[in-house]
């Protein structure tokens, strides 16, 4: 998902379970503080938690949808 459509589809302050290898069962719960970026690697998000940046396809959405 690029960053214009991840920023487009979640708000800032958006609740995600943060799961950084697809493996890994569970996680943990954070919230995005600033809008997602485009960079090489892909889209990243700046959020509430250590690391405290994340890739936007290591988020899960933890929110019911509205």
């Not at 919230?31 to 940046?53: H, L, M, Q």
């Amino acid at each position: 998902m690029k960053a214009a459509e991840f920023n487009k589809c979640y708000p800032v302050g958006t609740s995600f379970i943060y799961q950084p290898h697809p493996a890994l069962r569970g996680g943990r719960v954070v919230k995005t503080v600033d809008s997602a970026n485009d960079f090489k690697s892909g889209a990243v998000v700046e959020i509430d938690r250590e690391p405290y940046f994340a890739r936007v396809a290591a988020l899960k959405c933890a929110e019911q949808p509205k």
